[in-house]
């Protein structure tokens, strides 16, 4: 009998161990976007941007030229090269809510509002994971985390901050979707999202992003399947999903 | 010999980095050096360049990050808040080991300060200014048509060590006009290969990484280790000074940059009196011409440092003399230029204590 070959790990995925913990979606999204980059034909021709944060080791596990980006100042990094290369190239910054929605809110708005031809897969768990646990820009309103102890006081502390409700209204944006990691019908439509922000790339119609909702089971402090329930229940109220701006059309 | 061209400084500068093949300028509008944005914005389009004006200092400086990792000459210009924005992104690149060109047109501080020309961002510029063990190769110009050669020499200097370099200019350079003879244009073709490490995309090879991180400590201290190997080449090949009228001296003084300048007319008016003064002008701050100046102490009587600071430079020279002779200080500063009668007045007034 001859073996065949139905799954693999895509081309642009390395062979080095994630470092991420049991349960944790950044294995999920870092797969979906390999598989993208594959399918599209880019990865020879890609360089990305880490982040710092949790995936301050993503240009370790992508098998493409990359980099790590100071503390939310990726898209700018991103500017830098893609300005420096050229519409040949395609580049991606990967980053979590405090890096893309508390620090790097600057550049975040600035790169989407210059329509910059680079491509932002933006993870949502509404927490601090690298640091351990902090709140986030994104944390919810009652949400106990290790800088709101007693839940997050929006009088205090304000309110989650809605990254594609505040950039869906730029010019400079081609592309804008908010998906779910959390269940498998969520993955399936975050690949498809991930193509049309690459396409949106490539056609050189503008900036793109794609927000995913993702968790935290380590510092929610729930068990990886808990942490999608409570996700589901309380995350996706908060940030509804669906496509915010879309000049790309129809992607096979 | 090429034509003469009467320009403003932070212009002059601007052209000089075109024609030695920066084709990319990221940079944010501060007095006293927005007319070289202004001119970047007007002249990149047309040689097929790209200017950007960055949302702020700190957007900027890692959007140069971004480009230096492609290999590609980049540079920007800012004046002393806005380098101090930058500062975390100039630690970065000097971790990532990445060349890269800064010119700061220093103006009075601290804070918001003045827009005049000052001296007092020396300790920055030389003593690493952001995080970490890391240095800049730092050249300060004294006369515009020494500033466009040293935007020649950055460029090379910060490619050959893949170490970032910073023009240390002031407000006094930036915005006055003299005639300079500006360098050929460099054929791009020509300008240094980074294959071996750039960020460009795989093609056929294997990936590149370019980042300014280890989470190994021992292998962090490697990484340093290797930058400090750097550093002592650079020490070694590259110090620069000019010793005017030190021969015969029987005083020196010590200054850079426009202060440099204009300790020429004092060493003159010294000289008319009879007065047997020398000046020794560091090119290169960092690195610091110590042996010079170490050397020179041998000679004199006294080594007066003068600085638009409060005396910041004067460090050095006190490490290089060390108790060796006297080492009197003048300086203003916030802004304010001494004049060749007062800084007179002053070294007269030192050698009548001697």
Redesign the interface.
Same mark, same amino acid.
């Given at each position: 009998m001859q073996a065949k070959v139905i799954l693999k790990r895509p081309e642009s995925l &390395?062979d080095k161990e994630f470092t991420y913990c049991p349960g944790c979606l950044h294995g999920v999204a870092h797969r979906l976007v390999a598989e993208v980059l594959d399918e599209l034909n880019l990865?020879?021709?890609? =360089?990305m941007?880490a982040p710092v944060g949790c995936s301050?080791f993503a $240009? #370790?596990f992508f098998?493409?030229? *990359?980099?790590? %980006?100071?503390h939310g100042?990726a898209t700018?990094?991103? &500017?830098? =090269?893609?300005?420096?290369?050229g519409p040949e190239? &395609?580049v991606f910054t990967y980053q979590g809510d405090g890096d893309l929605a508390a620090i790097g809110t600057? #550049?975040t708005?600035?790169t989407a509002n210059r329509g910059e031809k680079v491509t932002t897969i933006f993870i949502n768990n509404a927490i601090y994971g690298m640091t351990g646990g902090q709140m986030a820009p994104t944390t919810l309103e009652g949400m106990k985390t290790t800088t709101s102890p007693y839940g997050r006081n929006v009088d205090d502390a304000g309110y989650p901050i809605h990254v594609c409700e505040l950039l869906q209204n730029l010019k400079g944006v081609a592309y804008l979707e908010r998906v779910s990691l959390l269940d498998p019908r969520g993955i399936v439509n975050a690949k498809k999202a991930l193509k049309k922000a690459f396409t949106a790339q490539e056609k050189g119609l503008g900036y793109s992003l794609v927000e995913m909702i993702s968790t935290c089971p380590t510092n929610w402090g729930l068990s990886p399947v808990e942490s999608l329930k409570w996700a589901k229940d309380k995350m996706l109220p908060e940030f509804p999903l669906g496509v915010f701006v879309d000049r790309v059309g129809d992607v096979k | 010999m090429a034509e003469k061209t009467m320009m403003k400084g932070t212009e002059a500068m601007g052209e000089a980095a075109i024609r030695c093949g920066a084709r990319?300028y990221?940079g944010y509008p501060i007095t006293p050096q927005s007319e070289l944005p202004e001119y970047m914005s007007r002249r990149l389009p047309q040689v097929d360049g790209?200017f950007?004006q960055? #949302? @702020?200092e700190?957007?900027?400086v890692?959007?140069?990050?971004? %480009?230096?990792?492609?290999g590609?000459r980049?540079f920007t210009s800012t004046s002393s808040p806005g380098f101090s924005l930058m500062m #975390? *992104?100039v630690s $970065?690149i000097a971790g %990532?080991e990445l060349p890269a060109v800064f010119i700061n047109v220093v103006r009075g501080g601290p804070g918001l300060g003045d827009i005049q020309p000052a001296q007092s961002d020396y300790f920055q510029a030389t003593k690493g200014g952001g995080h970490g063990d890391y240095h800049l190769i730092v050249l300060s110009p004294s006369t515009l048509q020494e500033a466009v050669e040293h935007i020649e020499l950055a460029f090379d200097l910060s490619d050959k060590y893949r170490t970032p370099a910073l023009i240390l200019a002031d407000g006094m350079l930036g915005q006055m006009m003299e005639p300079v003879e500006l360098p050929e244009f460099k054929d791009l073709e020509s300008l240094p290969k980074h294959d071996s490490w750039s960020? &460009?995309?795989? *093609?056929?090879r294997e990936?590149? =990484?370019?980042? @300014?991180?280890d989470i190994n400590a021992d292998v962090l201290e490697q990484m340093n280790i290797r930058f400090q190997k750097t550093y002592r080449e650079i020490e070694r090949n590259e110090t620069r000074c000019e010793e005017f009228m030190m021969d015969d001296a029987q005083y020196a003084v010590v200054a850079y940059g426009t202060m440099g300048r204009i300790m020429k007319t004092v060493v003159k008016m010294a000289r008319d009196e009879g007065i047997k003064l020398g000046l020794i002008r560091p090119i290169t701050v960092w690195p610091f011409p110590y042996d010079t100046i170490s050397d020179a102490a041998e000679k004199v009587e006294f080594m007066m440092t003068v600085e638009m600071s409060v005396g910041q430079m004067w460090e050095d020279v006190r490490l290089a003399v060390g108790k060796k002779i006297p080492t009197p200080f003048y300086g203003r500063t916030g802004g304010v230029v001494p004049t060749p009668v007062e800084i007179f007045e002053a070294l007269k007034k030192q050698m009548e204590v001697k």
């Open positions: &390395t990865r020879r021709k890609t =360089i941007v301050v $240009y #370790e098998n493409v030229d *990359g980099t790590v %980006a100071p100042r700018a990094v991103a &500017t830098g =090269i893609k300005r420096a290369m190239k &395609t600057a #550049e708005i600035h | 990319l990221f790209n950007l960055a #949302e @702020s700190v957007a900027a890692n959007m140069i990050y971004g %480009a230096a990792c492609t590609t980049v #975390e *992104g $970065y %990532a960020l &460009t995309g795989m *093609g056929n990936k590149h =990484i370019v980042t @300014s991180f």
